[in-house]
């Protein structure tokens, strides 16, 4: 005999949770935990979802397979921004190939390179800046890290050429992807449209940078090179519609969490001042000598790691992780039918205090949990978020680059800066100010 799941209250007639869901997730789904628990069920206008916190779920919900916990039907929403064929429009046998060559650009090879260009790109960013000034961090970062995603994906010359056009392109993908996404991702309204648009006006572009490369015969240490010399199992080359899907999905999987995780992380470091003077000096070593930033430098800067690893922690990009029941799925003395949707939320678990003592309180020095599962900012399992590696590194060589030169003070009072997550990523609330000073000499 199974136990019965709470079901949260505030369900509407027709609708149930969806509309509330809609307009706050974060807000809700702390709620659903608060009244319910480690489990609870809710409603998304017919989309019956199970939300599960605390490592114990998420080990379970991980490490379930994908024949019984299905990421790709959970996420249909990902197929008209990526493009049919692609991840979770392909066959899991395509996925899993494509899967390996975005890995295949991961290698260190290339991420020793990627560190240089996103280093590059950093100093030209506060190129113009004033020995001091004041700029808003998340519009600032969401450009910086569109720029250094593209460079380090698409190569110098698609870089430079970059237009208004292709971040505006870019921003209407991410607004396609709306809560009400998950219960319905071909709604015919005007956000879904212009998606739809943005996806073939990338195309158009990609394609025919793909097409001058292959014309001139060039050989780009980018990701876009990966693509173009990848074949599948059969032989088979990817044509332009998967290259232009798989840029986007690399550009979803390390631009979301870079942009958002920058802003996050240099937010937390003006409101910690005591530890700047540590924070400097080990930025600093790293430029010692007049060579660029390495792979191997940036992982050796336990302080800023420790900023960056918390900034992930109280404010995770991704809270809504989601996966479909295929066939009825058991955790504990619960059963869940097959159909429904289960869901986990790492805004709500990296609170927990059983698992971090003082959850609301910021400490760049706390110790990893003795729980595996506790702490899951990039999610888990075979779909771990594959960009994270490469977020990681966009995080660190754009922060070490600007604390080199710069000290970042609020312009607001601490708590004015909130959260709010209007296209299932966390982002910080509008405006975001800091206020920047150009530091004194350094022996």
Same mark, same amino acid.
């Given at each position: ?12 007639p ?30 998304l ?48 046998e ?30 030209a ?33 698609f ?30 309204a005007?956000r ?24 001139s ?22 044509t ?8 986007i999905?690399?550009?979803?999987a ?37 060579e ?5 430098? $940036?992982?050796?800067? &336990?302080?800023?790691? +420790?900023? *960056?690893?918390? @900034? !992930?922690? =109280?404010? /995770? ?15 504990k ?9 289960v ?29 595996l ?18 977020a ?13 030169h710069?000290?970042?003070? $609020?312009?607001?009072? &601490?708590?004015?800066? +909130?959260? *709010?997550?209007? @296209? !299932?990523? =966390?982002? /910080? ?9 150009r ?5």
């Open positions: 005999m199974s136990t019965p799941i709470p079901f949260v209250s505030g369900a509407q027709g609708t149930g949770h969806l509309d509330e869901f809609n307009a706050t997730p974060l807000e809700f789904m702390h709620r659903a935990y608060e009244e319910c628990g480690e489990i609870c069920e809710f409603d206008g017919g989309l019956r979802t199970i939300l599960l916190v605390g490592p114990e779920a998420h080990e379970a919900f991980f490490r379930t397979p994908d024949e019984q916990l299905s990421a790709a039907q959970a996420y249909q929403m990902m197929v008209p921004v990526f493009g049919e064929g692609i991840q979770y429009g392909a066959p899991p395509i996925e899993r190939q494509q899967l390996k060559m975005q890995i295949k650009g991961l290698k260190h090879d290339r991420m020793v390179n990627y560190a240089e260009v996103i280093e590059q790109e950093s100093e960013f506060i190129d113009n800046w004033s020995e001091s000034g004041e700029f808003d961090i998340y519009e600032a970062f969401t450009s910086l890290t569109l720029k250094t995603s593209t460079h380090c994906l698409l190569g110098s010359e870089r430079y050429q970059l237009t208004d056009e292709f971040a505006e392109l870019y921003h209407d993908l991410e607004d396609g992807l709306a809560p009400s996404s998950i219960s319905d991702p071909y709604q015919d005007e879904f449209r212009r998606r739809d648009r943005a996806r073939e006006r990338l195309e158009e572009l990609i394609t025919e940078r793909v097409h001058q490369r292959r014309k015969g060039d050989w780009q240490h980018d990701m876009l090179q990966v693509y173009m010399d990848s074949t599948y199992k059969d032989g088979r080359h990817l332009d519609h998967e290259i232009t899907g798989m840029v999905w690399f550009m979803f390390g631009h979301h969490t870079s942009s958002n995780t920058t802003a996050w992380t240099l937010l937390e470091i003006a409101r910690n001042p005591r530890y700047k003077e540590r924070l400097f000096a080990e930025v600093d070593a790293l430029f010692d000598g007049s660029p930033l390495t792979l191997r430098g $940036l992982r050796e800067i &336990p302080l800023l790691d +420790g900023f *960056i690893r918390e @900034a !992930l922690r =109280l404010h /995770p990009p991704l809270n809504a992780i989601t996966r479909r029941v295929m066939s009825d799925w058991h955790y003395d619960y059963v869940v039918e097959a159909g429904k949707n869901m986990v939320c790492p805004h709500i678990s990296h609170k927990l205090p059983e698992h971090f003592e003082n959850p609301e309180q910021f400490d760049p020095e706390r110790p990893a949990p003795d729980n599962f506790a702490e899951i900012p990039f999610g888990g399992g075979h779909h771990k978020c594959i960009g994270n590696a490469f990681i590194l966009q995080v660190k060589a754009i922060l070490s680059t600007l604390l080199h710069y000290d970042f003070e $609020l312009t607001q009072p &601490p708590e004015s800066y +909130g959260e *709010i997550m209007p @296209a !299932l990523i =966390l982002r /910080p609330t509008d405006p975001c100010v800091l206020r920047y000073r530091r004194g000499k350094r022996d």
